[in-house]
C-alpha cells in the first residue's frame, strides 16, 4: 500500500492535470509507442513553437482527471499514452500530430480528444488536422472582406485613367434610364 505521502503526490499531479485540461482549448491523447529519441525530440520542439504542452501521462491518474472534468475516456486511457493540450488554438494540437505522423511513418496514434470541453472521436480530430491554420483562416477571411473593395479601386482607376487620356467613359446600363429621367424632370422647368 503506497504511504500517505505519495498518495498525496498522486492526488496533486491528478489536481494539477484536471487544471491543464479544463483551461485548455484542445487536447489530443496519442500512442506513442514505436516513436523514436530523435523523432520524439523534433516533435516536442514543434509542439513548443506552436504553444502546445505535449508530456506522457499515467492512465490511471488521466482516467481521475477525466472523470472529474465529465469526460468518458477509460476505453482509451491503456497502453502508452501521451497528451497534447494547447489553450490558444484548438487546431494545433491535432495539426501538429497529424502532419508530424504522415511524415514519420504514422508513429503516432490518435487515440481521442476534446475541443472546448467536449469529447471528439479520432475522425473529428482527423478533420480538425486538416483544416487550415488560424493564420491562413484570418488571411482568407480579410481577403474576403478586401477583395470588393479592391475591386472598386481597379474600376475606379481605370475610368480615371479613361478621362485623362481624352477617351469617353462607357456607360453603364443604368445610365440611360437615369438621364431620361432627369430630362423628365427637366422638361416642366423648361416649359414656363
Known amino acids: ?23 485548455a482549448a484542445s487536447g489530443v491523447f496519442v500512442d506513442y509507442k514505436g516513436i523514436t529519441v530523435e523523432a520524439d525530440t523534433k516533435l516536442r520542439a514543434e509542439f513548443r513553437k506552436a504553444g502546445v504542452e ?8 488521466t482516467r481521475f482527471a477525466t472523470k472529474e472534468l465529465g469526460y ?7 497502453g502508452t499514452t501521451a497528451l497534447a493540450l494547447c489553450e490558444e488554438d484548438p487546431i494545433a494540437p491535432a495539426k501538429i500530430i497529424h502532419e508530424f505522423s504522415s511524415k514519420n511513418g504514422d508513429c503516432l496514434k490518435v ?5 472546448d470541453g467536449k469529447v471528439v472521436s479520432v475522425e473529428e480530430i482527423d478533420r480538425l488536422a486538416k483544416l487550415p ?11 474576403g472582406f478586401n477583395s470588393p473593395i ?3 479601386a481597379v474600376v475606379l482607376n481605370a ?17 440611360p434610364e437615369a438621364a431620361a429621367v432627369n430630362a423628365e424632370a427637366e422638361a416642366p422647368a423648361e416649359a414656363e
Open 1 to 23: 500500500m503506497p504511504s500517505a505521502k505519495i498518495l498525496e503526490q498522486k492526488k496533486q499531479a491528478v489536481v494539477e492535470l484536471t487544471e491543464k485540461m479544463k483551461k
Open 54 to 61: 505535449y508530456a506522457v501521462v499515467k492512465n490511471t491518474l
Open 72 to 78: 468518458e475516456l477509460d476505453e482509451v486511457l491503456n
Open 111 to 115: 487515440k481521442a480528444g476534446f475541443v
Open 133 to 143: 491554420s488560424r493564420e491562413t483562416l484570418v488571411a482568407q477571411v480579410l481577403y
Open 150 to 152: 479592391v475591386g472598386l
Open 159 to 175: 475610368i480615371k485613367e479613361k478621362l485623362e487620356a481624352g477617351e469617353p467613359v462607357a456607360a453603364s446600363a443604368e445610365a
